[in-house]
């Protein structure tokens, strides 16, 4: 079992930019396949973005594709989301989400909340207009 903290969220003018960080412990955190999701205001928790073990595969939602970006420092024990070109709809909670293993031989279950067993606690970012 992998600790997970986020960091990073704020409040953001649309068209900004922000990194949100997920710090990993307890666990050897390149043995984790690791996502993004988020819940935004009276809402279902969805599917952001995924990361195999190594960076090697990553995969986007349609929604954030070409805006976000999903990375990770195995020697930092830490996840990144960087957002840019915020809208206010991207406001939500976000949270960083771990599955131990290298990667996923389904593709289609890196987008699967269900798949995931260790979550973070959220962080909350809020875009304005």
């Known amino acids: 079992q992998v600790q997970l903290v986020e960091s990073g969220g704020r409040l953001v003018q649309a068209g900004g930019s922000l990194r949100l960080s997920c710090a990993g412990s307890?666990?050897?955190?390149?043995?984790?396949?690791m996502g993004w999701f988020r819940r935004p205001p009276e809402k279902a928790r969805e599917f952001v973005a995924a990361?195999?073990?190594?960076?090697?595969?990553?995969t986007h939602a349609v929604s954030v594709e070409g805006r976000f970006a999903i990375s990770r420092d195995n020697t930092k024990n830490t996840l990144y989301l960087q957002m840019d070109n915020l809208k206010p709809e991207d406001t939500a909670v976000y949270y960083c989400?771990?599955?131990?293993?290298?990667?996923?031989?389904?593709?289609?279950?890196?987008?699967?909340?269900?798949?995931?067993?260790?979550w973070g606690q959220g962080t909350q970012v809020t875009v304005f207009s």
């Open positions: 307890g666990a050897t955190f390149s043995n984790y396949i």
């Open positions: 990361i195999d073990w190594d960076g090697t595969y990553t």
């Open positions: 989400a771990a599955r131990n293993g290298l990667y996923f031989r389904n593709r289609a279950s890196y987008r699967r909340e269900d798949e995931y067993i260790d």
